[in-house]
Every structure is written in C-alpha cells, then in structure tokens.
C-alpha cells in the first residue's frame, strides 16, 4: 500500500479568463494561507505508508516564495514517509521559470515541472489573460528541458482564433523543446466565465467542433510521430515519463488532498476541502465542503469511466462482470461501430472514441 500527496496553492497575479479551479489573486493571504495549511498537513500526519508521488498544484505553486515552499516541503517530510524515490511534481506558469528558480525547486527535491504554457501563439494566449506571450513560454520550457527536470507542457486544443496551422505549429514547438510530456486538454468554458461572456457577446470566436475534433485526432499521430505517446484521453508521454501521480487517480489508489478545494480518496472515501479561502484560513480544522462512501453503483462507474480514460483500456471480462449483458452488447457495438479497439483481453476507446466518451460511457448508466 502506498499514498499519493496533492497540495493545493491557489495563489495567481490574474485570474485567467477561462479558469474555473479554486484559486485567489489575493496574494496578501499567502502567509495566512501556509499557516493553515501546514496545520493540516501535521493533522494529516500519517508515517505508516509510503508516500509515492508527491503534486504541487494550483494555482500557480511557482509564484510561491521559495521560504514559503520550503516550509511547507520541510512539514509534509516531517509528517510523511516520502519514498526515496518520490515523483515529485510542481506546477508553474512559464514567467516564474528561471535558472535561479529551478535550481530552488530542484534543492527542494522536486523533480517533475508541468509548464502552464497553454499555446505557442501570441493572438491565442492574449484573450485567455495569460501574463506569458510565446518567447517567455520557449525560454521557460528550453530552461527547464536544460536543467534536466522531467517536464511537462500544459496546451489548450479550441482556443479562440486557433486554426489548424497555429495549432500544429504549437505541437512542433512542444516537440522540438525535447519535453517528455505533453497534457493537452480541450478548452471547457464554464457559463458565465469571462471567456464565455466573450464568446457569446461576438467578441472572440471559437474554432469549428469539426476542426476541433480533427486536431485532436492528427495530435495524436503528430505526438506519437514525436515519440510522446498517448496513455490517457489528454496526456501523451515518452516512455518512463508518465505521470505516476495522475496515474494513481485513474486506478483509483489513494490519494491524500491537502489545502483549498482538495479532494481525497481513501479507503473508498471520496472527501473535499472548502473552496472558499477565507473559511479554509479560519476554520481549517473543519473545513471539509463533503465526504461520500462509494457504494457498489459509483464505484463500478468509476472503474469504468476512469480505466477507460487511459489507452490501456480495461479488462473485457471486467466489464462483462461489471455491466453484465448490457455491458457485452456495449463493447460489441463499439467495436463495430469503431469507436472501441481490442487490444488482447483488453477493450479500449479509439481516438475518435475518446472525442465522445462521456456519451458511449453514459449509455451504460
Ligand atoms: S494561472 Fe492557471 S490556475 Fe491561475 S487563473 Fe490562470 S489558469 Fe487558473
């Protein structure tokens, strides 16, 4: 049995357009928020189990002060047993990466960085508020590969004004930077963001959903081509170089969220933190927003939705055992129909599958 750690730090200079996470450009509150942070994590002090992966996300970890992120490493050391080969994994947006600030993190032991670099064009990041243009962003990332940390490059597939041209040329850079991984999600605007608002107002227009699902299909070639490869519905690695910590929600291990808006998943317990920061700071100790024991329904949903998020795919007997008949009509379907591939005993979405696969999967509920 091991553990995966999550430390939420919410603190950002802007609130990008698009983002829905729980984050705070209060950055007075950021002495406040470690003290009570580093309340929990000696609550949560747990020295039986071997922490495997440890994740800094946000926010944005990296415009952290770097006492700031010591403290808080130096709590979680004490309160945990971290392997000694931890997977160490911090968030950063491209204008905190400097050789002075990874030569910090890297002293502090982490030894993964995921790059919020979202796209390599400037017209495309402008409307989403990001602070960095393409320059920093190829400089952040070139510095980061150099020092040798494991990285990570964060894109965005549906920007507004993105084209076919401006989005595989964003694909190429990612590719001639040497990075070992690329996350690349599907813009997900929520009503009423300030994004939305714009999109609905004429003021910023969306690529076609055609174009966008064609992307999505020629990424996956292009990556592949480029030696990242797909093992998840949004994220492509070298081999060695995917993500353990992600991997642990996906095959549901446990995992302990620690700070604003975390969520955890213990002995088959799903429970989250406030979102609201104020309430985190002044009554962290019962700061819980919910807390759910996963009976036989939600969890036989969850082995589904999440084994078939990853190109493995799931065991075909398990789905039978799972769903039953309903289940074997399913993948019989699928695999007719091409939006499921068998791989051996395992059944797994084609990448035209994955553009749909909350519908095929919601079919089986
Ligand atoms: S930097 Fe990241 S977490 Fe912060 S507001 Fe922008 S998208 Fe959200």
Excluded at 219 to 230: K, T, V
Excluded at 264 to 292: C, H, L, Q, V, W
Aim: hydrophobic share 40%.
């Amino acid at each position: 049995m091991t553990l995966g750690i999550y430390v939420h730090l919410p603190f950002c200079r802007v609130h990008c357009t698009y983002c829905a996470f729980a984050i705070s450009t209060d950055l007075g509150r950021e002495e406040a928020y470690v003290d009570a942070l580093l309340r929990e994590i000696g609550r949560a002090s747990d020295r039986k189990v071997p922490v495997q992966t440890l994740y800094y996300g946000g926010g944005t970890p990296s415009r952290m002060s770097i006492e700031n992120l010591a403290r808080i490493t130096a709590e979680i050391r004490r309160s945990f047993d971290l392997a000694a080969d931890v997977e160490f994994s911090m968030e950063s947006n491209p204008e905190d990466v400097t050789d002075a600030s990874l030569a910090a993190w890297t002293e502090l032991g982490v030894n993964r960085l995921s790059i919020g670099v979202q796209s390599f064009a400037d017209l495309e990041l402008s409307p989403l508020g990001r602070i960095h243009g393409r320059d920093r962003a190829r400089d952040a990332v070139a510095r980061a590969v150099a020092s040798g940390l494991r990285t990570n490059l964060d894109l965005i597939l549906g920007l507004p004004g993105q084209t076919r041209e401006s989005f595989l040329a964003t694909l190429d850079s990612a590719l001639e930077l040497g990075v070992g991984h690329v996350s690349l999600y599907m813009l997900d605007l929520e009503k009423g963001s300030p994004l939305a608002v714009q999109v609905d107002r004429g003021r910023a227009e969306l690529p076609d959903d055609g174009l966008v699902a064609d992307l999505y299909v020629e990424a996956i070639g292009r990556l592949e081509a480029g030696g990242l490869r797909q093992y998840e519905i949004s994220n492509f690695a070298r081999a060695g170089e995917e993500c353990l910590h992600n991997l642990r929600y996906w095959t549901r291990l446990p995992y302990l969220g620690l700070g604003l808006g975390a969520h955890s998943f213990m002995a088959g317990r799903r429970f989250a933190n406030t979102r609201d920061i104020r309430r985190y700071i002044e009554k962290s100790p019962e700061a819980g927003d919910f807390s759910e024991l996963l009976g036989a329904d939600e969890d036989r949903r969850e082995t589904l939705f999440l084994g078939l998020r990853q190109t493995g795919g799931i065991d075909y007997e398990r789905v039978a055992q799972l769903c039953g008949q309903e289940g074997i009509e399913w993948m019989d379907r699928g695999l007719r129909d091409g939006w499921l591939r068998r791989a051996g005993e395992r059944v797994a979405f084609t990448p035209a599958g994955f553009l749909l696969s909350n519908e095929y999967i919601s079919q089986l509920f």
